[in-house]
């Protein structure tokens, strides 16, 4: 489904078999942002639409999971006094991603079969759920990082240098969650087994990331196979820039993080070129 | 001069009738699997059924296109390729222009959202600027006539009322080709003679309408050229003449087909 101008103006479609390319699919899906910016709108408004604190819970629910965690971590688990950064902040910089990536990619993956009597009326590129879902999660991401900021004047830390290379670690986990939303998305319209399974495997990443603790913990000889896990490296990555660079930089993490997410992504687009037009069949 | 806005050349839309090749569990997908490679071959898909097939047809600028034919003869089918809601098996179809299509009842509401909110919705999914729907926002609220339930969710509306504001959007997303698909048989008289003033000034305004009427009377107003598809093909096609054959098509009530108790 090709889009090309005509002499008049009016816009032409080609419908054939042939799947879309991928500059084609993302052209239609820039045109039709302002439908992708009124279901972020609605959505936003309707999570807080009935409380009492308002958009104040984009900062409590940090707030609670930093000092949840730092309890039971620190506290409890015993995992505190390894680095001169203060722990909160340390746990801060596991938590709010893990959170984001959690929420995300469920969010994404159940956003076109929770959509799918819209997708059956009516036609428009239908990367935009997904997409919307995980924008959602990641400006709730976003906007807990004043609370980082808050943390670092009350504890009276100040980050280094390292801290303008953070932009990149966001966007990698912004990348990495939206390809997992997409690919997933459509996954789950024909395999609804996924939707019981995903939750499942969260919880055992939870485990297998360093959300609680730093990658040191984990044995040197399973580092690697640890580190296969991409939040390894996107976790480890703001730490290294937020927290003074901590142990040094997480090179190897980091590479294979790259890459898991490079594999994700173009595995996503690809499923995901070859299998939108196909959606309303598939479901 | 002929203005094709829309051109249909072997179009075709082929489902698999056996459940295997349609898998909806990990389970049935990994046994058609195993079984495939156990025996070597496909055991898959072994019963096909096309919906429509070699379907080639063209609609100029200014016509309205009516398809008729009983029940399972592809005219859903074809109107749901023509809006992208799935995409064909082979053929192709061009078309020209921004199009507005009501598919059955409810056209892509959000049940969740109130009225007021589904009409932006709808219409930026519809391809229309949320400046425009603004401008444009009084006239669909007077001519779907659901003022009063317009901060409703739409979940609680009646069929009647989603149906009369899902056509009073599509009105107004100046597209320049409509597609309603029997969507008419659930509103009033009343509402129902508006949408039909409607798509006359759409008409004359030179834009074009495909529509799918089990409603004769509908048709005879409407259609200027009309398509008689039976069992995924066009069995019959007629512009000047659409009279006889609307006629010939409501003697055999669309039960038989076309060639069936045909002098």
């Known amino acids: 489904m090709k889009e090309s101008a005509?002499?008049?103006?009016?816009?032409?479609?080609?419908?054939?078999?042939?799947?879309?390319?991928?500059?084609?699919?993302?052209?239609?899906?820039?045109?039709?942002?302002?439908?992708?910016?009124?279901?972020?709108?609605?959505?936003?408004?309707?999570?807080?639409?009935?409380?009492?604190?308002?958009?104040?819970?984009?900062?409590?629910?940090?707030?609670?999971?930093?000092?949840?965690?730092?309890?039971?971590?620190?506290?409890?688990?015993?995992?505190?006094?390894?680095?001169?950064?203060?722990?909160?902040?340390?746990?801060?910089?596991?938590?709010?991603?893990?959170?984001?990536?959690?929420?995300?990619?469920?969010?994404?993956?159940?956003?076109?079969?929770?959509?799918?009597?819209?997708?059956?009326?009516?036609?428009?590129?239908?990367?935009?759920?997904?997409?919307?879902?995980?924008?959602?999660?990641?400006?709730e991401f976003l906007v807990a990082w004043i609370l980082f900021a808050l943390g670092c004047i009350w504890f009276a830390y100040l980050p280094g240098w390292q801290i303008v290379f953070l932009p990149l670690f966001f966007l990698q986990l912004l990348a990495l969650c939206a390809a997992l939303g997409l690919l997933l998305a459509v996954v789950n319209l024909q395999f609804r087994d996924v939707g019981n399974l995903v939750p499942f495997l969260l919880t055992v990443g939870f485990f297998i990331s360093p959300v609680g603790y730093t990658t040191e913990r984990i044995p040197t000889e399973w580092q690697l196979l640890y580190a296969l896990n991409p939040l390894v490296g996107i976790v480890e990555g703001l730490r290294w820039c937020l927290l003074n660079g901590m142990g040094g930089f997480p090179l190897m993490p980091v590479i294979l993080s790259l890459s898991m997410t490079i594999v994700i992504g173009v595995t996503a687009i690809r499923h995901f070129l070859i299998t939108e037009p196909k959606l309303v069949d598939l479901a | 001069m002929t203005d094709t806005v829309i051109d249909i050349a072997g179009l075709g839309k082929r489902y698999a009738l056996s459940h295997q090749n349609r898998p909806d569990s990990l389970k049935t997908w990994l046994r058609g699997k195993i079984r495939y490679t156990a025996n070597g071959r496909d055991q898959s898909g072994d019963e096909e059924f096309w919906a429509l097939r070699n379907v080639s047809l063209q609609v100029q600028r200014g016509e309205c296109l009516a398809l008729i034919g009983k029940n399972g003869s592809g005219k859903s089918t074809l109107l749901k390729i023509l809006s992208r809601i799935i995409p064909p098996t082979e053929g192709r179809a061009m078309i020209r222009g921004r199009i507005a299509s009501l598919l059955e009842v409810g056209t892509g509401f959000h049940p969740e959202l109130t009225g007021r909110e589904n009409v932006f919705l709808n219409a930026a999914m519809l391809g229309c600027a949320e400046k425009e729907v603004r401008r444009n926002f009084d006239a669909i609220v007077d001519f779907s006539g659901v003022e009063r339930f317009l901060d409703t969710p739409v979940k609680h509306y009646s069929s009647g009322m989603y149906v009369r504001l899902a056509y009073a959007v599509a009105a107004h997303v100046n597209a320049d080709i409509l597609i309603v698909d029997e969507v008419l048989a659930v509103g009033d008289v009343e509402?129902?003679?508006?949408?039909?003033?409607?798509?006359?000034?759409?008409?004359?305004?030179?834009?074009?309408?495909?529509?799918?009427?089990?409603?004769?009377?509908?048709?005879?107003?409407?259609?200027?050229?009309?398509?008689?598809?039976?069992?995924?093909?066009?069995?019959?096609?007629?512009?000047?003449?659409?009279?006889?054959?609307?006629?010939?098509?409501?003697g055999t009530a669309g039960n038989q087909g076309p060639h069936v108790g045909v002098v």
Not at chain 1, 24 to 30: D, L
Not at chain 1, 48 to 65: D, E, H, I, S
Not at chain 1, 94 to 111: A, E, K
Request: glycine residues 4%; positive net charge; proline residues 6%.
């Open chain 2, 191 to 250: 509402f129902r003679r508006k949408c039909l003033d409607h798509m006359r000034q759409f008409q004359l305004r030179h834009k074009t309408c495909v529509i799918v009427s089990h409603d004769i009377e509908t048709i005879q107003r409407l259609a200027t050229h009309v398509v008689w598809l039976d069992r995924g093909s066009i069995a019959e096609t007629a512009s000047t003449n659409r009279f006889a054959l609307l006629d010939r098509y409501s």
């Open chain 1, 6 to 139: 005509t002499p008049i103006g009016e816009p032409t479609i080609l419908i054939d078999a042939s799947p879309p390319t991928l500059a084609a699919y993302c052209r239609e899906v820039f045109e039709f942002r302002e439908v992708a910016w009124m279901l972020i709108r609605r959505d936003l408004i309707v999570r807080f639409r009935q409380t009492y604190f308002g958009l104040a819970w984009l900062l409590f629910k940090p707030l609670m999971l930093m000092a949840v965690m730092s309890f039971a971590f620190g506290f409890l688990a015993g995992f505190q006094k390894v680095h001169s950064a203060p722990y909160p902040l340390l746990i801060f910089c596991g938590v709010i991603p893990w959170y984001f990536f959690s929420n995300s990619v469920p969010d994404g993956m159940n956003s076109l079969l929770g959509h799918i009597h819209i997708i059956q009326k009516t036609y428009f590129p239908r990367a935009i759920f997904p997409l919307a879902a995980v924008a959602i999660d990641a400006i």
